[in-house]
């Protein structure tokens, strides 16, 4: 067995006696259930962890984690952890939380293939095309990443309120708040971009989903 592989067997040994030694129903308490009042979509990226950032503990954050934290239409398993998020859990809260320095949307940025990723990564690539302008408007390329990454995450928030699933919590007057962020890689702090939804008012009437 290698070293590493024995290491993370040996840290969760620690991890659980560390937590049994502050409260000795710490796991029998949370394997009654879970209410999570926030849903995170998030980078895969290792150095972007949901729990940590927010300070939030096991059992407080509903997680889902994809190259380049993109909300796509066709992808079951992004729809069912939302459907299940709201309207299982009920969570008043969806981040979708990017990063500055994400390789997912650089990749997109440039032109290799990288294998069946370009596939995923293509999908980034419409934000370039609707946001074309005011990328092309910026010469310094470490601040047109920056802003692809942003521009990123907002039409990530657009995606999530044009899914069915978020229009029908509205439409039966479901709390349901949408948000964005960016996180820093070198700073640790997050940057709230300001798009926020809680119904469907801002969205164009072509999106809008009667029931
Ligand atoms: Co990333």
Known sequence: MSDFYKKIL????????????VDENYFKDLSKGQNPPLLWIGCSDSRVPANEIIGAKPGEVFVHRNIANLVVHTDINMLSVLDY???????????VCGHYGCGGVKAA???????????????????????KD???EIADEDKKFNRMVELNVIEQVFNLAK???VQNAWN????LHLHGWVYGLNSGYVTDLNVNFSNNDDLDSMFKLNF
């Open 85 to 95: 998020a709201v309207n299982a859990l009920k969570v008043k809260h969806v981040i």
């Open 134 to 136: 005011e990328l092309n």
């Open 172 to 175: 039966i007057n479901q709390e």
């Open 109 to 131: 940025m440039g032109n290799q293939s990288i294998g069946i990723i370009d596939n995923w990564i293509r999908n980034i690539k419409d934000v370039y095309r609707v946001n």
């Open 10 to 21: 040996d840290n969760n040994k620690e991890w659980v006696e560390q937590q049994l030694a």
């Open 163 to 165: 899914t069915s699933i």
